[in-house]
């Protein structure tokens, strides 16, 4: 299409996208109060081609409710321009390009959707084992969620990485890309279960690389655990378990840098136990 074109016609190419259903991308620049439709609330800004402004509104942006869209600037995400004959409307009467303020209605959820048909028509042995590349959309204390391809998709926190992960609340922020493997769906449900921690080397199969019997290493202490001992991070991956110290500092030790002495490795069964030594000062 000619500039020439677009220049007459600055719509041409999103009234085209509306009629052949396209996925498009683009960055949100902005969350700005809107009445699309004449209810105002508040919508997400997108820089369009040929000086146009594209406005997602609340309820075309995710069929989740979220307090605040501004988490979402500088994010780039699909969308496609809003068919409103989805939602049983007339065209006619509902129109989603306003030509006097150079408005483009969008929706993310219609991208969403589509995203998500295809995703499911994927046969089975195409998902399972499958590496998938997605985004951050969303936490809670013990999982991460992971938008691939308009699913929601759910990583427990034990599948993220090896090693004690304390919660997943502010490991990444939302919008942040990651590569996970799917280990396991269900179509009945619409459920998908990732693991970044299937892609990562298993420390533990070098772990007499880095560790000896009778050698000392610098740790962090991660957990303290009553009738158990203080679990010290010597690398991601790898803990030891330690008996309290003697002397301590007063509060909590987690968090604190300590030197511990290594007294046996068992390496199938994952363990290290050491001492904790009386340097540094922090601890002793």
Not at 78 to 92: A, S, T, W
Request: aromatic share 10%; net charge negative; glycine share 6%.
């Amino acid at each position: 299409m000619s500039n020439e074109l677009l220049n007459i016609r600055p719509f041409a190419m999103y009234e085209k996208a509306l009629k052949r259903g396209e996925i498009l991308q683009g960055k949100i620049n902005a969350i700005e109060e809107h009445s699309p439709f004449g209810h105002s609330m508040k919508c997400a800004v997108i820089e369009l081609e040929n000086g146009l402004k594209g406005l997602i509104h609340e309820s075309q942006f995710d069929t989740h409710k979220y307090r605040s869209l501004v988490g979402f600037i500088d994010h780039t995400i699909d969308f496609m321009v809003l068919d409103v004959r989805k939602q049983n409307l007339d065209p006619e009467q509902y129109n989603v390009f306003n030509h006097e303020q150079n408005i483009v209605l969008l929706s993310r959820v219609q991208a969403l959707e589509e995203l998500e048909t295809e995703f499911w028509n994927t046969p089975d042995d195409k998902l399972i084992d499958h590496v998938v590349n997605g985004k951050v959309s969303g936490f809670q204390d013990r999982a991460l969620f992971v938008d691939v391809s308009g699913v929601t998709c759910r990583m427990k926190i034990q599948d993220y990485e090896y090693g004690w992960t304390d919660s997943m609340l502010k490991k990444l922020p939302l919008g942040a890309p990651i590569t996970a493997k799917i280990i396991a769906f269900n179509r009945e449900k619409k459920t998908v279960e990732l693991s970044r921690k299937e892609l990562l080397e298993d420390p533990w199969e070098r772990v007499h690389e880095h560790y000896g019997v009778g050698n000392f290493y610098s740790g962090i202490v991660t957990a303290e655990v009553p009738n158990v001992g203080v679990f010290i991070r010597l690398r991601a991956g790898i803990e030891t378990l330690s008996w309290w110290p003697d002397r301590r500092p007063e509060g909590p030790l987690a968090g604190k840098s300590v030197t511990v002495a290594i007294k046996s490795i068992k390496q199938q069964e994952r363990r290290i136990s050491s001492r904790i030594t009386n340097f540094p000062h922090e601890v002793y």
